[in-house]
């Protein structure tokens, strides 16, 4: 079973700060995607990744940027944290050459900004 | 801008009812339509899914209905359980390009 792990189920930060979440996956998955859940707007994504230190940006990169120096962690950073930017975070990985193209993701880090 | 549109936002539905839930997309180069099933406090995972050279594809008690030329598709959740209580999403890719475009998300409440 593909196991995605995110650093925190739950994070509370203050404007401005600088925000972390991390992703690591234990199934040696080229690609690696960050979104952002939020109610009646479905899942948005941020950023993707498909391969170490290689990214693209996804619908909503504005205020946000990633880094993947290991193929199974995948970093989101907050530069500078904004209550509109107080929401779910998922991140989820796919196998390059996979019929189905499935996504499997992580459980979610809630974030705060206050 | 959503590329995919899904309705209704919410729905509730008596155990034993039929559930149905309602997609359309613009962009014709998709070529792969997934559902995904969220469970409160975890991630969405793949429910079913198909593809635009077949119109139905039934899994279970779920089943998806795909009209090409009208550029929809839709679930159906037949005999609905308290079980199947979640969000669900429906998506649409291209092959080999990895990203889904995702509906809003639909919250599916069963009573018993």
């Known amino acids: 079973d593909v196991k995605v792990t995110q650093s925190s189920r739950y994070l509370v930060k203050r404007t401005g700060e600088k925000v972390f979440l991390e992703c690591v996956q234990d199934?040696?998955?080229?690609?690696m995607f960050w979104y952002r859940q939020d109610p009646g707007l479905g899942l948005r994504l941020i950023y993707f990744?498909?391969?170490?230190?290689?990214?693209e940006k996804g619908d909503i990169p504005e205020g946000y940027s990633v880094s993947r120096e290991k193929k199974e962690r995948f970093s989101l950073i907050l530069e500078s944290a904004s209550t509109n930017q107080t929401s779910m975070y998922l991140c989820?990985?796919?196998?390059?050459?996979?019929?189905?193209?499935?996504?499997?993701f992580g459980p979610g880090t809630r974030l705060t900004v206050l | 801008q959503q590329q995919v549109k899904q309705s209704p936002q919410s729905l509730i539905v008596q155990k034993g009812g039929i559930s149905i839930i309602n997609c359309a997309y613009e962009?014709?180069?998709?070529?792969?339509f997934p559902w995904y099933q969220q469970f409160p406090g975890k991630g969405p995972a793949l429910l079913i899914a198909?593809?635009?050279?077949?119109s139905e594809k039934k899994e279970g008690r779920f089943t998806i209905s795909f009209n090409k030329s009208a550029k929809q598709f839709s679930l159906h959740i037949m005999d609905s359980q308290p079980g199947d209580s979640a969000t669900y999403f429906c998506?649409?890719?291209?092959?080999?390009?990895?990203?889904?475009?995702f509906g809003a998300g639909t919250t599916v409440t069963v009573r018993a």
């Open positions: 962009n014709t180069a998709f070529d792969y």
């Open positions: 998506a649409a890719t291209v092959t080999n390009d990895y990203k889904l475009s």
């Open positions: 989820a990985t796919t196998l390059v050459g996979s019929s189905y193209n499935e996504q499997f």
């Open positions: 198909i593809r635009p050279d077949v």
């Open positions: 199934m040696d998955h080229e690609n």
């Open positions: 990744s498909y391969d170490v230190k290689m990214k």
